[in-house]
């Protein structure tokens, strides 16, 4: 292995474990995109160009491997949780307050029944913080497409949760 991807390893292993967790939505397929992921950049990190975010670079390889899970598996399979174990480990990292987990619990179900492009944006947007431009980048997309898809994703989210305006 490539001495040199060392430090990007250890300083983007924890947002990319949230970002795969928050794609995946069950710990067992995360860890399989986090190692996927991992795998992929560490093969291509002769590719990567220094001058620019290892991050995006690193997030748009994520996404791109996510993509291809759905194509392989069927999507309920990646959107639940497993076994009850498997739910409370993924909500242990939440909080130990109980409406805090409540809470959390209404938004991972909301999160689950978007269409896969939809929640990567929402994931990308509003747990990444990455502006619609970024997210075009990332995603290769038009930023109208982007915005298409956040507002559906919201429209949705909104539904699923019953928040009025």
Not at 14 to 37: G, I, P, R, Y
Not at 64 to 87: C, G, H, Q, S
Not at 125 to 132: G, K, M
Request: hydrophobic share 35%; aromatic share 10%.
């Amino acid at each position: 292995m490539n001495k040199k991807i060392l430090p990007y390893i250890n300083e983007y292993s924890l947002s990319l474990t949230k970002l795969c967790n928050s794609l995946c939505c069950n710990s067992h397929d995360a860890q399989d995109l986090f190692q996927s992921t991992w795998e992929k950049a560490i093969r291509n990190f002769k590719r990567y160009n220094p001058e620019k975010s290892f991050e995006k670079w690193l997030f748009t390889i994520c996404v791109n491997t996510y993509r291809d899970m759905l194509k392989r598996f069927d999507n309920k399979k990646v959107l639940r949780f497993k076994t009850t174990e498997e739910k409370e480990k993924f909500l242990g990292a939440v909080s130990d307050n109980v409406a805090e987990k409540d809470d959390y619990i209404a938004l991972h179900s909301a999160l689950k029944k978007l269409k896969p492009e939809h929640r990567e944006v929402l994931v990308l947007h509003y747990f990444r913080d990455y502006p619609i431009k970024e997210l075009a980048s990332i995603l290769s997309i038009p930023e109208g497409t982007v915005k298409s898809r956040l507002h559906l994703a919201r429209e949705q989210m909104k539904k699923e949760m019953s928040i009025d305006e």
